[in-house]
């Protein structure tokens, strides 16, 4: 048995925490356009993003200041703020928020019975799923059933947002 | 009278078979009037019971299994029931389930008729589920699946006689699985190989085309080529499906399921249920923010209810008025006056006296103190809140190797160390019920032994308690992490599922803690009886002073505590709450000071388990590991105490 599956990507990879604008020649690019890849300390740095046209690096900046800019935009300008981004309708189940129901589309599960486990559970293609907290673990509701899981457990559960 | 004709032989039994947490030990109870401990979450049984019923004129025997959600077991408690329905002792079957979850026990009663079992399926929970507007057809249900089918409220003890009736037309009905063309195929060629068992070839051969490695050693295995032909059969149906072997069968088996649960149940959708005022608060209990001080609130009144009420109140009530004032001098007056020698005298109201130590100890100081925490602990059980505690500690406990579920034995601990580590069996890999077996034995202190430490440290500084808190979680933090890296296997992923909150039922309280007491009564007080005499004898044949003299580098020079802290260690050997109790009373002589006292009871927290627990570690996980787990625990208790009382020590006020 290997370890979890690797989870499909359904996302755009465009959200803020992988968009970046270059500090010296002002291109717009996602972390994907790094080209640090023959680099072999490239695994250990996380922080560091590299302008795919100037190549020059910079660090990829502080979320803690990232939250606290926002914080203060919105406390500026509450009306102004762009509506959220309609988030993309097919995800795994941890990127669901609380509150937020979808229908299961598949599981994928590399072990047997981790499969068997959440299809016990009721979490089988199909399920709609309601999403009541993300942490400190994730619980969801499948029918009369409440499930608690690891957001690696979540991250094999593959749903489409139905409202 | 007619004689009543069952379609039961009267050797073989009724086995009662259901999902995990829904009543099947409160529908036990109700049918044999015998007690099951009854509570709201997964894997209170883990083992069999077993008792008798009447049924007509005649007497069956019952069985009452752990739960399961599919024969095709995943933990060790499943396979206890598994190996109960192969091993051919069931006459017939109840199938329990969750009214308000029919597809899942209705995958299991497939699952149970396939294997040729005649089964009576029992929808338990009736009034949870009209209290959710859900009806269940019974009838419809009935005629899909081909047995009787009977509503229940086992807490209630609604739809027994009507259950009673039904068992005698089980049958094992007629729904038929269809499985995917291969699978069909493996298990008719695989079936014509297996021996003649108590269960159908189809279905064994369906089992062992299902079951992975780790639970299918003592399956049968096919006349030509044994297990290495099941292996083969298995590697081939991989080949030819989609998806592994287990999972197709189960999801084939899954499938009719939820058709023939759809047909039976009417759902209301999720956004359109019946608002309960526990549906508000269920949320609250895991809830980032909330989840914990809800958690504080549970552990202060506890701690009101056993540390102030019991400790405080009830202890003073029985060890001051009722044994210091009564029964003690009464006892010194009779002995007196009926008992000539000086030796029958000192055996049962001298310093080491049956009736002045043990009796004291076990029913004044331990018994009012262990009984309000049976209390307490049987309505936190009742509540459904103690898999709520797992959400929020997965994440310290995924540091420890573990996973939240592993909270359920370790809480459990707290009311009996000994019960504790029979649980350990809901965890799923080796690795975690090591770590969690040796910190149960460690650092987790059972009810009994709580008590006598919170007496010893009651009278302190709050600051002492504290202390005492941080102490043990940190060594049972530390442990485990070094437990995990040491251990080698896996650990498994956190999946849960919680229960309904639900009022406790005072009715289920008092069985539970009368049970508990008597328990507590059978198993203690002998041993501290038995401790006693040992302690008489050596200090009648002046052995006690020459183990004083010999503990004394230890417990003098290490922990600096009086040499007669020797005698209580050594009976911690037996039970480490009659350890606290001794030194309990040197506290009480004024023996000891606050440090010392504070590392008198990390010690013996720490210390050894009592005798039951080892043998149950010794029943569990063989005599290598029990020895090993006390061989490292004894010197590190002793090492935890020692580096205390030098780090007190330099700041002793």
Same mark, same amino acid.
């Given at each position: 048995m290997s370890g979890p599956a690797r989870p499909l990507s359904f996302e755009p990879a465009t959200d803020e925490a992988t968009a970046f604008a270059c500090a010296l020649c002002g291109l717009r690019f996602t972390h994907g356009g790094q080209v640090c890849a023959s680099c072999p300390i490239t695994h250990g740095c996380d922080e560091l993003v590299r302008c795919p046209r100037c190549g020059y690096q910079f660090p990829r900046g502080s979320r803690t200041l990232a939250w606290l800019q926002r914080l203060w935009d919105r406390w500026r300008a509450p009306s102004e703020r762009p509506a959220p981004a309609e988030p993309h309708p097919v995800q795994t189940l941890d990127h669901l928020r609380p509150g937020e129901v979808a229908r299961v589309l598949k599981v994928s599960a590399a072990d047997v019975p981790m499969l068997m486990k959440l299809s016990q559970l009721g979490l089988v293609p199909g399920a709609e799923v309601r999403m009541q907290?993300?942490?400190p673990a994730a619980v969801v509701r499948v029918g009369e059933t409440t499930v608690a899981l690891q957001r690696a457990v979540a991250r094999v559960v593959h749903i489409r947002r139905t409202a | 009278m007619a004689s009543i004709d069952l379609a039961v032989p009267t050797e073989s039994a009724v086995v009662l078979v259901g999902n995990p947490n829904v009543g099947k030990s409160a529908l036990f109870g109700a049918l044999t009037g015998a007690y099951a401990t009854v509570s709201n979450y997964p894997g209170t049984t883990v083992e069999v019971t077993r008792a008798t019923c009447a049924f007509g004129d005649r007497r069956l025997r019952v069985v009452d299994t752990p739960g399961a959600a599919s024969l095709v077991p995943l933990s060790e408690d499943e396979r206890v029931t598994r190996d109960i329905l192969l091993s051919g002792e069931a006459g017939a079957v109840v199938v329990v389930g969750d009214a308000k979850n029919l597809e899942r026990v209705v995958t299991l009663a497939l699952q149970v008729g396939e294997m040729g079992l005649p089964y009576v399926l029992c929808v338990n929970m009736m009034d949870e589920a009209t209290e959710r507007g859900l009806s269940v057809d019974t009838s419809r249900l009935a005629a899909r699946l081909g047995v009787p089918v009977v509503p229940t409220v086992a807490i209630w003890q609604q739809g027994l006689p009507e259950l009673r009736a039904a068992l005698r037309s089980a049958r094992p009905g007629h729904a038929r699985v269809r499985y995917p063309e291969p699978v069909e195929r493996a298990a008719a060629d695989l079936a014509r190989e297996l021996p003649a068992a108590a269960v159908t070839p189809r279905s064994l051969a369906l089992l062992l085309l299902a079951t992975n490695e780790a639970h299918a050693a003592d399956l049968p295995a096919p006349k =030509? $080529? $044994? =297990?290495a032909a099941v292996e083969e059969a298995r590697h081939r149906l991989a080949r030819e499906l989609p998806e592994p072997p287990g999972y197709a069968i189960h999801e084939a088996r899954r499938a009719l399921a939820a058709e023939i649960a759809l047909e039976a149940g009417a759902a209301v959708p999720l956004r359109r249920r019946v608002r309960r005022v526990a549906d508000r608060l269920e949320p609250l209990t895991t809830h980032p923010v909330w989840g914990y001080p809800i958690l504080a609130v549970v552990l202060a009144l506890a701690y009101l209810f056993v540390g102030k009420f019991g400790a405080g109140t009830l202890v003073g009530l029985f060890e001051n008025d009722l044994f210091g004032g009564l029964v003690n001098p009464l006892a010194v007056a009779a002995a007196e006056r009926v008992l000539p020698w000086t030796f029958a005298r000192d055996l049962l109201v001298g310093p080491y006296g049956v009736i002045t130590m043990a009796l004291t100890y076990s029913l004044a100081l331990v018994l009012p103190i262990v009984g309000t925490f049976f209390v307490a602990f049987g309505a936190l059980e009742d509540s459904g809140y103690l898999p709520r505690l797992a959400v929020m500690v997965d994440g310290l406990f995924r540091r420890m190797g573990l996973n939240g579920k592993a909270v359920l034995p370790m809480v459990l601990g707290l009311g009996c160390d000994t019960m504790a580590t029979l649980t350990t069996r809901i965890l799923e890999t080796r690795k975690e019920r090591m770590i969690v077996i040796l910190l149960l034995a460690l650092g987790v202190p059972c009810s009994a032994q709580l008590t006598v430490v919170l007496a010893l440290l009651g009278p302190l500084h709050p600051a002492a308690f504290v202390l005492w808190c941080l102490v043990i979680v940190s060594v049972i933090i530390l442990v485990g992490r070094l437990a995990s890296a040491v251990i080698p296997g896996r650990s498994s992923d956190f999946v849960l599922e919680l229960p309904p909150l639900r009022v406790p039922r005072l009715g289920n309280i008092a069985v539970k803690t009368l049970g508990r007491i008597e328990w507590y009564l059978k198993e203690a007080v002998p041993l501290f009886v038995l401790g006693t005499l040992i302690l008489f004898t050596a200090d009648r044949l002046h052995l006690l002073g020459h183990l004083q003299r010999l503990g004394e580098p230890i417990v003098s020079g290490l922990l600096g505590l009086p040499a007669e802290a020797a005698g209580a260690f050594v009976v911690g050997f037996l039970r480490r709450d009659f350890g606290a109790a001794g030194l309990y009373a040197l506290a009480r002589a004024g023996r000891l000071d606050s440090v010392q006292a504070l590392v008198a009871a990390v010690t013996i927290t720490l210390f050894i388990p009592c005798i039951a627990n080892f043998f149950m570690i010794v029943k569990e996980r063989g005599w290598r590991t029990a020895t090993a787990v006390a061989a490292f625990i004894i010197p590190f208790a002793v090492l935890v105490g020692a580096a205390l009382n030098a780090v007190l020590g330099a700041v002793r006020p």
């Open positions: 907290q993300s942490r | =030509r $080529g $044994g =297990r």
